[in-house]
């Protein structure tokens, strides 16, 4: 059998402008869809409840107290769940929520592996919360602080319990041992993929709760951009 060297190097190279066109486009309608508003008359309140949403450039967390608005996370993230439960007596807690494999595999950027990012993309029904008992991010540059209303603290809180797995009467989600001595990884619910990023998921909960964001977010950008 004799192979067409030439016409074979064709189609990988018309494969490979495929991949680079579609990542492209993606990337284009991230950006757009992170530009539309959704909420767009929500102003913030001159007083409240405070959260922070912080990024390490690539990854977005929300920063909630452990207790405010009649809303206490302790029942559900407790000291137990971490290595060190001293760490716990921290008063905020920092919330993210992504694809299993890509939060268990990579606890560093270092540890991103093309097949990990691959895999996630194409989609997971594996997901986890993952939970930092930290205090105010208050000097940290890159922590955007948001004011909400008691109400709309209330829906976003509702929405992150609800990306916890849901549990049988008197039981709770699996609890995964965290990077560090002060977080832990609980079984979430909802599916990762290109379209529902952990990004995405940030951009959600903002939007539950009725804050002005853009209306797809699934990079970090399109959240934090819309925060000073």
Do not use: K
Not at 38 to 65: K, Q
Not at 158 to 177: D, E, K, T
Not at 200 to 212: C, E, K, N, Q
């Amino acid at each position: 059998m004799t192979i067409d060297w030439p016409r074979m190097g064709q189609r990988l190279g018309t494969m490979l402008l495929a991949l680079v066109a579609l990542i492209l486009a993606y990337g284009a309608a991230g950006l757009v869809g992170g530009s539309i508003p959704a909420n767009a008359g929500w102003r913030p309140p001159a007083a409240g409840v405070t959260i922070y949403l912080e990024t390490n450039g690539v990854h977005t967390d929300l920063v909630l107290p452990a207790a405010a608005a009649g809303v206490d996370w302790r029942d559900l993230v407790r000291p137990e769940d971490i290595a060190d439960p001293r760490y716990a007596a921290y008063d905020h807690i920092a919330f993210g929520w992504g694809e299993a494999r890509f939060y268990l595999e990579t606890p560093t950027w270092a540890d991103v592996r093309p097949g990990t990012v691959l895999r996630a993309a194409l989609g997971s029904d594996r997901t986890l919360v993952h939970a930092e008992h930290i205090p105010a991010p208050v000097a940290d540059p890159s922590a955007r602080r948001i004011v909400l209303r008691p109400a709309e603290y209330r829906r976003l809180a509702a929405f992150i319990r609800a990306s916890f797995a849901p549990a049988a009467p008197g039981a709770r989600a699996h609890v995964y041992r965290g990077y560090g001595d002060y977080d832990a990884f609980y079984s979430g619910s909802g599916r990762y993929d290109a379209l529902m990023t952990c990004n995405a998921w940030t951009g959600a909960a903002l939007r539950a709760a009725g804050v002005r964001v853009g209306a797809w977010t699934p990079f970090a950008v399109t959240v934090t951009g819309w925060f000073r």
